[in-house]
Each structure stands twice: as structure tokens, then as C-alpha cells.
Nanobody, 125 residues
Framework: VQLQASGGGLVQSGGSLRLSCAAS????????MGWFRQVAGKEREAVSY????????YYGDFVKGRFTISRDNAKNMIYLQMDSLKPEDTAVYYC???????????????????WGQGTQVTVSS
């Protein structure tokens, strides 16, 4: 499984960015896909995820109402639309996936068996 994330960059506070993640293979191979982020010196934290079977979504409290996750099954892509960005959203964002669905808590980094390379998001004040 290969994940390719893109779309990061520099944006002013209040601005928007859209992250994209391309997954190899068929979307039917995945139980869940999502995004984590990490600030240097801190642990990775779950930003959002989406389950392929029923479309269930999760958002971290710190992004609720500002970020939207979506998927395009035909293209094997997921997206993270980030609006009303804040300087504290500055981090490296990682696309993640799990194929099997056996984990209890998908807000934990250890629950994912595939990680893409990170894409830097920088929000200036």
C-alpha cells in the first residue's frame, strides 16, 4: 500500500488549503483512511478519518467546523479541506490508512498500517 499526500503550503491565518491523498490499489482494499498531524517535538495527533464502508467520519475537537474530509472512490483519493486556518494548525500532515478494521481506536497512530510521506502546512499570523 502506498499513500501519496500533496497540497500543503504556506497560507495566512484565516485562509484555506486542500490536502489530497492518492492511494494505490482499489478503494475496496481499505477499511479506513484519514489524516494525522505532527508538530516537531510533539506526538502525532488524529485530525480526521473516514470509513469506506459506511462513510463514518471523525474530527478532532480542534478542527471541528473548519475541516472537512471527503473521498473519491473512483480515483482512490481522499481530501482534507481546511478552512479558517490558524497558526496552531501549522504541522506536518500525514495521510494514513488501515486495510483490516480490527483496531479499537482509530484516533491512535498505532492503529494504521500505512503512512504516506508528510506534507508541510504552515499558517502565518
Amino acid at each position: 500500500v502506498q499513500l501519496q499526500a500533496s497540497g500543503g503550503g504556506l497560507v495566512q491565518s484565516g485562509g484555506s488549503l486542500r490536502l489530497s491523498c492518492a492511494a494505490s490499489g482499489s478503494s475496496l482494499d481499505y477499511y479506513i483512511m484519514g489524516w494525522f498531524r505532527q508538530v516537531a517535538g510533539k506526538e502525532r495527533e488524529a485530525v480526521s478519518y473516514i470509513k469506506y464502508k459506511d462513510g463514518e467520519t471523525y474530527y478532532g475537537d480542534f478542527v471541528k467546523g473548519r475541516f472537512t474530509i471527503s473521498r473519491d472512490n473512483a480515483k482512490n483519493m481522499i481530501y482534507l479541506q481546511m478552512d479558517s486556518l490558524k497558526p496552531e494548525d501549522t504541522a506536518v500532515y500525514y495521510c494514513v490508512a488501515d486495510r483490516w478494521g480490527f483496531r479499537q481506536d482509530y484516533t491512535l497512530a498505532a492503529s494504521y498500517d500505512s503512512w504516506g510521506q508528510g506534507t508541510q502546512v504552515t499558517v502565518s499570523s
